[in-house]
């Protein structure tokens, strides 16, 4: 399975974007879904994650403005992120586990958010 995100730019305060990541390789769906991020210094951190069964989960810093969401269909998972600060600079990754708990990780998007 390959997991290939994309949607990551420059954003000034406050601005928004949104990340995909889309699997690829097996005909099976994945069952969680999510996104983690890694700031320069720091360990790979928990942003969300979404079930099959769409049941969502959030890290503390970003409720409230960040909202994630999967197509099935399409194997793809979204962070929409709103309301972004500069503290969430990162690389995000997408990441998703299989029913029979392998974790396959994406190759990261890097998110700058600057004035």
């Known amino acids: 399975v390959q997991l290939q995100a994309s949607g990551g730019g420059l954003v000034e305060p406050g601005g928004s974007l949104k990340l995909s990541c889309t699997a690829s390789g097996s005909r099976f769906s994945l069952g969680t879904m999510g996104w983690h991020r890694q700031a320069p210094g720091n360990q790979r951190d928990l942003v969300a994650t979404?079930?099959?069964?769409?049941?969502?989960n959030y890290a503390d810093s970003v409720k409230g403005r960040f909202t994630i969401s999967r197509d099935n269909a399409k194997k793809t998972v979204y962070l929409q992120m709103n309301s972004l600060k500069p503290e969430d600079t990162a690389v995000y990754y997408c990441k998703g586990v299989s029913y029979g708990g392998t974790v396959y990780w994406g190759q990261g998007t890097q998110v700058t958010v600057s004035s």
């Open positions: 979404v079930s099959s069964s769409r049941i969502t």
